[in-house]
């Protein structure tokens, strides 16, 4: 922000104004849309849920190659596991969590 905008302001204020434009446009749908807010939540989440693996696979790849990253960079053989670890787990839950299930039980 100091270099593109050519703005000179603590760290605090650039926090602030950057939270204030993010959660602005929240708070107007929240208003604008209060009984619908649930689907709209729950449709959110879902959509995260699809999105997720699009984050996490180049990730970890970038970060667990060495050419990418650099010696002094790269994750170890052993962080690399618990990574993809942890992902695989991650996406196999929200996957889960996408399947139609019967509430007739």
């Known amino acids: ?9 603590p760290q605090w204020k650039r926090l602030l104004i950057s939270r204030i434009v993010a959660i602005i ?3 107007i749908i929240l208003l604008i849309f209060n009984e619908q807010y649930n689907s709209l939540d729950d449709n959110l989440n879902i959509l995260q849920s699809i999105q997720l693996p699009f984050a996490i ?3 970890v790849t970038i970060a667990s190659n060495k050419k990418i990253m650099g010696e002094d960079f790269v994750l170890s053989k052993f962080y690399s596991y618990l990574i993809w670890t ?3 787990i991650l ?4 996957m889960y969590q996408l399947y139609p299930r019967n509430s007739n039980s």
Request: hydrophobic fraction near 60%.
């Open 25 to 27: 446009p929240a708070l």
């Open 86 to 88: 942890i992902g695989i």
């Open 91 to 94: 996406m196999i839950l929200n």
């Open 57 to 59: 696979i180049p990730l």
């Open 1 to 9: 922000m100091n270099g593109y905008l050519n703005l000179n302001l």
